[in-house]
């Protein structure tokens, strides 16, 4: 059990008293401050009144010396002596307030970590009060504060851990500015993980039923998506007042305000940082959610990951249930899903190492994204597409591991002229309206398959040919501008399976099922 020596406890000491109460371990403090030690001890803290510079009053031994005074010339006296008597401890010292620069190196000098409180002051305002991150961050605000009336944070459809980690942190944010808001999305949660996500956490979402379920809403925010209609149940003319995404934007997107950032790996990402940057110290529930979807969409930090997605995963780990975590992360397999893989290793088509195959009708389509995953273990397979129909539409979802291809770009050059498509390099979907096909009888299902299978397979293994190379994955440090949103003029036409002419515009969507 690590045991922490906490000498002096000025200001700053006070505040990392406070917190390391919460730490596992022991914690003793030192202070010739009677008040002090009578209020710790309250709070159960083993506490002493004794000249903390003195090294007879230091206990027996410790793994971490904390020298936390407001005096300088005390605390170089404490790191001083703390370090002659416990030499293998980690030495934590600060330099106190108004120290010279000598009593600073003096300091510096024994300390293994020197924290200079003045400094960080400033370091601090300016953070919150200059640069891209600043600035982004107070529009944001003036967004939230000017909304007339409650913000509607739409995820999309079926959405994932990434999406409903970010849904609830953003309303979270606008709660911290006296704004009433609501995670919300379409579809359903049928993923068995994300379901043991929402029932371990007990979190709570509105399901939308229909566009009119926003009129009660003074604002419409989106997260781990970027354009209404695509991949959620909006109107394609909704007014949108925030936008926060990962991936990168297939068509321009129009917001109040928006930040796209396809440097980090999840849109948890962002939000962890939105939290962190406004001193706002996340529930149980919204940081074990947020770090799930940093280890979702990072592929547990091995998929696209970034500087930025270990600080925030870092930021988190002091807040997060681990119990409840690893309960998420092995939840049972239902039979819909071993029917699903099992299907598409009876089906599946090669052509080199790229893997198609066809599941026929689902039930659960967040079953094709863990039967591409499964088969990319498969030996001498490096991409993979499963897809499979329900309610007159096809579901696709794709992997790709160590292939010199954009899969993303692939599945929306093979079918954004006939749906939609996108996602990253090694992880994507899309969307294909079956159209007039889906009139066929209940008896026909398997020319149904066969036809599906002849226009996904073909499609898709036509354009691996001449597949789009994966791109340097770092596209820019973010994108975050704002400008009024026009109404469209008209909505984007929904295309037949079988119609091979073009849409009105090119459209993006994130997987069917995890992305």
Not at 389 to 408: I, K, P, Q
Not at 475 to 497: K, M, R, W
Request: glycine share 8%; proline share 4%; charged share 30%.
């Amino acid at each position: 059990m690590v045991s922490r020596l906490v000498l002096g406890c000025g200001s700053l000491g006070h505040d990392i008293v406070e917190e390391a109460i919460t730490w596992p371990g022991r914690l003793h403090v030192i202070t010739d401050e009677q008040s002090r030690v009578t209020a710790l001890r309250d709070e159960s803290v083993r506490a002493t009144v004794a000249d903390p510079t003195d090294p007879d009053s230091y206990p027996e031994r410790t793994d971490i010396v904390i020298v936390a005074d407001d005096d300088p010339k005390r605390n170089r006296a404490a790191a001083t002596a703390a370090r002659a008597q416990f030499p293998d401890a980690l030495l934590v010292a600060s330099t106190g307030f108004g120290a010279d620069d000598e009593t600073k190196a003096a300091i510096e000098a024994v300390a293994d970590r020197l924290i200079d409180p003045e400094q960080r002051v400033v370091d601090r305002i300016l953070d919150v009060s200059a640069g891209d991150d600043a600035r982004r961050m107070w529009k944001l605000l003036a967004i939230l504060r000017n909304l007339d009336g409650p913000l509607a944070v739409v995820t999309h459809d079926n959405p994932d851990p990434d999406a409903i980690a970010s849904a609830l942190a953003l309303a979270r944010v606008a709660e911290s500015v006296g704004v009433e808001a609501d995670a919300c999305y379409f579809g359903e949660i049928s993923h068995q993980e994300n379901r043991a996500l929402v029932n371990l956490l007990d979190i709570r979402m509105k399901n939308l039923q229909s566009a009119a379920d926003l009129e009660s809403y003074g604002g419409v925010a989106l997260v781990d998506h970027s354009r209404p209609g695509v991949n959620d149940g909006l109107p394609e003319d909704t007014d949108i007042d925030i936008v926060v995404d990962h991936h990168p934007p297939r068509a321009p997107v129009e917001a109040r305000f928006v930040d796209l950032r396809s440097d980090v790996g999840a849109t948890s990402t962002l939000l962890a940082k939105y939290l962190e940057f406004f001193g706002i110290t996340p529930e149980r529930t919204i940081a074990t959610a947020l770090l799930y979807g940093i280890r979702v969409d990072t592929k547990d930090f091995t998929r696209e990951v970034s500087g930025t997605d270990f600080e925030a995963a870092a930021f988190l780990l002091n807040f997060v249930d681990a119990a409840v975590l690893e309960r998420v992360e092995t939840p049972s397999m239902n039979a819909e899903v071993f029917e699903t893989i099992a299907r598409a290793i009876r089906n599946r088509e090669l052509q080199g190492d790229a893997l198609a195959t066809s599941v026929g009708e689902i039930r659960d389509r967040d079953a094709l994204a863990q039967a591409a995953d499964r088969l990319l273990n498969m030996e001498g397979v490096t991409t993979t597409l499963v897809y499979g129909f329900m309610n007159g539409t096809v579901y696709a979802s794709g992997r790709a591991r160590g292939a010199d291809l954009d899969l993303g770009e692939t599945l929306r050059d093979a079918f954004d002229q006939i749906g939609s498509a996108g996602g990253h390099a090694d992880m994507a979907g899309a969307q294909i309206p079956l159209g007039i096909l889906s009139d066929v009888g209940a008896d026909s299902k398997e020319s149904l398959a066969d036809v599906v299978h002849e226009i996904i397979s073909g499609r898709f293994f036509e354009t691996l040919r001449d597949a789009p190379s994966a791109p340097d994955r770092d596209i820019g440090p973010g994108l975050t501008f704002e400008y009024p949103t026009p109404a469209h003029d008209h909505a984007e036409e929904s295309v037949d399976l079988g119609d091979r002419g073009q849409k009105d515009e090119e459209s993006d969507t994130s997987d069917v099922t995890e992305e």
